[in-house]
Each structure stands twice: as structure tokens, then as C-alpha cells.
């Protein structure tokens, strides 16, 4: 299974996320912004960082690099798509997902090992966790306060698109303490937590993270 | 030289903790009478040809895809007499 990363200009864990991809089996396949297809990858991965410097807002100005065109065509016809951090900026400001991301509320960049709750375990890229599995993985943003309007934040809920959800307390004051969440198909996830910092013994605080990656592995070979 | 100006807000019901982080350094500073402040931004744009209808209508359409995310802020353009 060939899992894509795209680099923009100031992503910082693309080779995470690349890695994450190779220790849960798949291979991974190194995409850049400027790229005008998708080299028929299986699946991509949006990672962490701060693309074009975080300039206008976050994810606003990686959303129209080159690649971005084939990317959200064929997200919309089902690719899996997994955005982490600045990736899950990214893929609010290409309304792939609802809602936005604004700077945290205590106005301090956080950087923690954090408690979350898997609500949906149906996604693409959460098959592999148990229902209401509490995992812990790093989370470091400046700018992850989930916000939406209450309509879209309802919406959300009924449908069982929260992903993820903050425990023990919300570290950026996102609403409702969703810190991820899904497409209506469940292909596109986006989250502010970084699972691909959590893989590795050496260098994680668990290995909790895994499960992100082995589920596309598994989602693409039942398909 | 024409000059648009695209002004930029973020949405009432939408935290603005920039806003409220001027508005606590004012506190401090001694300001007083200050209720409340909100941040937003402000784009100066320079146009080689007279304002148009339709070049007006392009900036717009500029403000909503670009400048403005829509989801959060409300983003209001005029023409600098």
C-alpha cells in the first residue's frame, strides 16, 4: 500500500509521518506541494508544521499549492486523506472538513503529551482502535481551538463525526473539546494531536499513534 | 492609483483571543473606558485600472476565496476616494 506525504515549504513532520507510514507496514511515497498529480498513491498524509511560515492563517495559502487540486478532486471521491495538525488546517481551509482552527484561547503555544478518546472507530484511518479507546499522544500548536458554529458543531456530533475528543482538560479551548474529526464518508480525517510522534518506543511517550496508520493499511487491503 | 481596500473580521460569535489579549495590555497600561477590542486585518490593494463593476467583483471574489475564510471572519470591501 503506497501512503503519500506531501511536503509543503515549512512542514516540519513529514519525515514522522513518513516513518510512521514504513513502521506500520505500508510504504510511504514522498509528494511535494509543487507536484501536479498524486502519483497514484493509495492514500495521503498531511503532516504537521507550518506551511508557507503560517502566513494569513494557517493551511490558507498551502490550500491552493499545486497538489492541492488533484488532492481535493479525489478526496472527494473517496482517497483517504489524514491531516495532522497544520494538515488538519490545511484541510478545513479547503472546507474538506467544517469548521476552523484559531489561535489557542490561553494564547500560549502548548506542547504536551495528552489524553484523547477515540469516539469513531469506523474512519478510514481509526479501524484499528477499540470503541472509546483512551490513547496518548504529543499535541503542540499554537492554533488548534477547534471552532465551528453550533449548527455545524450538532451536526457534527449527531452524525458520530467527532474522531477525537479531548480528556482530563482542553488544552486550546477548542469547542466542545473536539480535537478531531471526519467527512461524512469518513475517508478525510483531520486532528490536532500528532499520532506519528507516537509510534516509536525510543522517541513517544506510547505507541498509541499506530493505529492511524495500520487502519488505512487494513481499510485499502479490505477495499 | 486606485486603492480597494479589503477589510477583514473575525465573526462575532468567534473567539478572538488576539483581541482579548490588546484589550488586557490596555487595561494594564491604564487605558481607561476601553469595553472590549477585536483584531482583525486590513488589505491595501492597488488597482492599474479604474474600479470597475466587475473588477470590484473580482475582488470580492478574491476576499472570499483567499484573503477572508468565511467560516470565521466577515470580510467587507471598499473603494479609497
Redesign the interface.
Known amino acids: 500500500m503506497r501512503i503519500g506525504v506531501i511536503t509543503f515549504p515549512g512542514s516540519l513532520d513529514d519525515g514522522d509521518a513518513a516513518r510512521a507510514v514504513r513502521l506500520a507496514g505500508g510504504e510511504q511515497v514522498a509528494l511535494w506541494h509543487a507536484d501536479a498529480d498524486l502519483c497514484g498513491v493509495d492514500g495521503v498524509v498531511l503532516p504537521g508544521g507550518f506551511s508557507y511560515g503560517d502566513y494569513?492563517?494557517c493551511g490558507?495559502i498551502a490550500r491552493?499549492a499545486p497538489v492541492m487540486g488533484p488532492l481535493v478532486d479525489a478526496a472527494r471521491s473517496g482517497l483517504p486523506v489524514l491531516g495532522i495538525c497544520n494538515g488538519f488546517q490545511v484541510l478545513?481551509?479547503s472546507?474538506l472538513l467544517?469548521?476552523?482552527l484559531?489561535?489557542?484561547?490561553?494564547?500560549r503555544f502548548v506542547c504536551r503529551d495528552q489524553r484523547l478518546r477515540v469516539e469513531n472507530v469506523s474512519t478510514a484511518w481509526t479501524s484499528a482502535y477499540e470503541p472509546s479507546q483512551e490513547i496518548t499522544v504529543p499535541l503542540k500548536n499554537g492554533e488548534g481551538?477547534y471552532?465551528?458554529?453550533d449548527r455545524t458543531l450538532d451536526e457534527l456530533e449527531a452524525s458520530g463525526r467527532v474522531v477525537v475528543r479531548y480528556l482530563v482538560d482542553n488544552p486550546n479551548?477548542s469547542y466542545r473539546n473536539i480535537a478531531g474529526i471526519t467527512n461524512a464518508r469518513g475517508n478525510v480525517v483531520g486532528l490536532m494531536p500528532h499520532p506519528e510522534h507516537a509510534v516509536d518506543p525510543l522517541t513517544g511517550p506510547t505507541l498509541d499513534g499506530l493505529g492511524f496508520f495500520t487502519s488505512i493499511l487494513t481499510t485499502l487491503a479490505s477495499a | 492609483m486606485t486603492r480597494v481596500v479589503v477589510d477583514v473580521m473575525p465573526k462575532q460569535e468567534i473567539l478572538d483571543p488576539q483581541g482579548q489579549a490588546v484589550l488586557g495590555a490596555l487595561g494594564r497600561l491604564g487605558f481607561a473606558g476601553i469595553a472590549s477590542v477585536r483584531q482583525g486585518k486590513r488589505f491595501e490593494i492597488e488597482l492599474d485600472a479604474e474600479p470597475t463593476t466587475e473588477i470590484i467583483a473580482e475582488i470580492e471574489r478574491a476576499a472570499g476565496t483567499l484573503l477572508a475564510n468565511p467560516v470565521i471572519e466577515d470580510f467587507a470591501v471598499r473603494v479609497e476616494p
Do not use: Q, S, T, Y
Open positions: 494569513l492563517r490558507a491552493f478545513c481551509e472546507h467544517p469548521g476552523a484559531i489561535r489557542n484561547d490561553h494564547r481551538g471552532v465551528a458554529d479551548g
